[in-house]
């Protein structure tokens, strides 16, 4: 999927938020700057959070309790060791029911063995281009209602 823009990439959020009809996890892998964080951002402005929304960097998570869905934001950059995850109680976010949208998930090493749904973000001219690799049912029937593959 090739997307160009904030407005774009955030309506991408919007629709990925609205494809989850449960609880699961989805990474995010990309560059700095390709556009994870404005994903995230659109995806938690179509469910009302219209102001805060910003990268979790120095606090690891940002909980947004949502009607219908609760959403964890992880952005786990600074992460030094996956040790580091179970002081913040990252396995309680995965056993609830609550979307998990995870910037830098290679940093957590084999806690996210699990992500229902992949999301690599590229560079591509003035533009990213996003692969979408479904892991589970519940990912493919996201890539599904997405059109997105």
Known sequence: MRVCGDRAMRDVGAGLIDACDSAGVITLEGDLGSGKTTLVRGALQARGVTSGVRSPTYTLVEFYALEGLSVAHFDLYRLADPEELEYIGF???????????????????????????????FYEQDCRRLEFVANNDWGREIVRKLGAN
């Open 91 to 121: 396995r309680d976010y995965l056993e609830s029911d609550t979307l998990c949208l995870v910037e830098w998930p290679q940093r957590a090493g084999s806690m996210l063995r699990d992500a229902g749904l992949q999301i690599h973000l």
